[in-house]
């Protein structure tokens, strides 16, 4: 169980256009999902948490306005990259968290390799 | 202070050593304490995680050493296989791991055949 899914594994996009990452909890309800991002050898930096229904809230120094994050059911969340540039090709990875009581621990989906050209 | 500090940056161990990698934290409020494994091109994967109030757990080969008046922690692998070679990263939490992770710098093992 506690299987977290996204979608697409990989993505390669112009410099200015938009790209949306999906991240699905598969067996369990996720009130709350947080967005990483992960660049080579290094490690996860955290983006933002978002609780389902509400708006997401972004870590210091994430621009709220590029990365739109969107939680709108228990089992989805999405994060839409705007305007992107090649600075913003990363390893993006999304976790989801149960209700608090069913579980406190945070299960990661597999990860989104994102490459702006 | 929400700072989680992991060392050694890299590990090379032989096949059936114990690696150990070590993490230290300031923010006495952390109360939950996961380890996670992540191979290349994955996301990371819950290994095993310990909270302040025992000072060791073991799950399979892994275990947890836990000293919470040094502020540090360990893991520890028994009997390390090829198949271990990853990185490997602490974490903290607060409010049982409720509040978001705060994750070390990570760990790159290789278990040599």
């Known amino acids: 169980g506690a299987v977290v899914s996204q979608h697409p594994s990989w993505v390669i996009c112009k410099s200015g256009t938009s790209v949306k990452i999906e991240c699905r909890s598969l067996d369990f309800q996720a009130t709350t999902m947080f967005w990483y991002r992960q660049f080579p050898k290094q490690s996860l930096m955290l983006m933002a948490t978002s609780n389902e229904g509400s708006k997401a809230t972004y870590e210091q120094g994430v621009e709220k306005d590029k990365f739109l994050i969107n939680h709108a059911s228990l089992t989805l969340s999405t994060l839409t990259v705007t305007s992107a540039h090649p600075e913003d090709s990363s390893f993006y990875i999304c976790s989801a968290r149960d209700r608090p009581t069913v579980s406190y621990e945070q299960y990661f989906g597999p990860g989104t390799r994102l490459t702006v050209t | 202070q929400q700072q989680v500090k992991q060392s050694p940056q890299s590990l090379i161990v032989q096949k059936g050593g114990i690696p150990i990698i070590n993490c230290a934290y300031e923010?006495?409020?952390?109360?939950?304490f996961p380890w996670y494994q992540q191979f290349p091109g994955k996301g990371p994967a819950l290994l095993i995680a310990?909270?302040?109030?025992?000072s060791e757990k073991k799950e399979g080969r892994f275990t947890i050493s836990f000293n919470k008046s040094a502020k540090q922690f360990s893991l520890h692998i028994m009997d390390s296989q090829p198949g271990d070679s990853a990185t490997y990263f602490c974490?903290?939490?607060?409010?049982?791991?409720?509040?978001?992770?705060?994750f070390g710098t990570g760990t790159r093992l290789l278990v040599s055949p």
């Open positions: 974490a903290a939490s607060r409010n049982t791991g409720f509040q978001k992770l705060v």
């Open positions: 923010n006495t409020a952390f109360d939950y």
């Open positions: 310990i909270r302040p109030d025992v």
